[in-house]
């Protein structure tokens, strides 16, 4: 384990088990920067989850991954080459399916156009989902088309699957359902995944891996427990909130009357005895980065985290 996603970037470089590198990415629309100077490393076999407020940039950097969308500037590398995508899987936000085919259709379909096509891993999984091959795709719940689309995803046999909200519409039972058979079949082929998600209590026990967007830039990426465990929030006086944040790296400051909280990455225990340090858990550390868009852009970190360092 390391103790930040720099570190580990590096360590991911070094083995040359990187899944997914982008450098200096950005795109701009009609003179607007939708993502900008976006430069990650996430090592093979992860679970990434892209988390971000809306507009934050999460599908546009999914598309360009992907190969929908050019970037204005930029690279990005799959597996070392930036010619990588057939060994992607892509399922978008609207899992676009043909209503009018059947599920069997859909997989007829699926392998006609797929040289690696595992049919019997497709039908296997729709059979244990208990979803009719006859059955046309637009008479679908919307929990089943995420799992035709996630199916026919998977049945590619991706070294990188991509998803795009895939969790979006569904009720908590079939979030469940969509994310345990999801890590069944990642876990049985080492995959790594790349997960938008907005609800932050289905990535928990799911990724391992945190990217955060904010207005268009990477806030932060890095394992998750290390991120976790390298964040404490220190509270203590209000009038002493100055002098702690001179010398510690604060992410974050919130002010409430006489008494201040700080959310502070890597600190030494503060020497003032007014001051009490606390764990955080990862729904209060995404809320605090995203709350903030200049979070973890204070002076004290030499490298914003999720820049990778030159090669
Ligand atoms: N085709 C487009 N033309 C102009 N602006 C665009 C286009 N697509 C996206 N944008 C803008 O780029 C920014 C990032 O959008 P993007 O869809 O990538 O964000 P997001 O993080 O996926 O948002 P959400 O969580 O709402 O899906 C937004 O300000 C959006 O309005």
Known sequence: MTANGVTAESDAAADGAVALRTSGLGRRYRGVWALRDCS???????VVALVGPNGAGKTTLI?????????????VRIFGAATGRDRVAFVAQDKPLYNGFTVAETLRFGRTLNPGWDDAMARRRL??????????????????????ALTMALAKRPDLLVLDEPLADLDPLARHDVIRGLMAAVAEHGTTVLLSSHVVSDLEGTCDWLVML??????????????VASHRLLTGPAEA???IAARLPVVARTVSGRQASLLVRDPAPPADPRWTSHAIGLNDLIVTYLRDPHAGASRHLSAVPGRVPAE
């Open 40 to 46: 990650l490393s996430i090592p093979a076999g992860r």
């Open 63 to 75: 598309h360009m991954i992907v190969g929908l969308l050019t970037p204005t500037e930029g690279e």
């Open 127 to 148: 059979a244990d989902l208990d979803i009719p091959l006859r059955r046309k795709v637009g008479a679908l719940s919307g929990g089943q088309r995420t799992q035709v």
């Open 214 to 227: 904010n207005r268009g830039r990477v806030q932060v990426s890095g394992d998750l427990d290390d991120l």
């Open 241 to 243: 909130a100055d002098d």
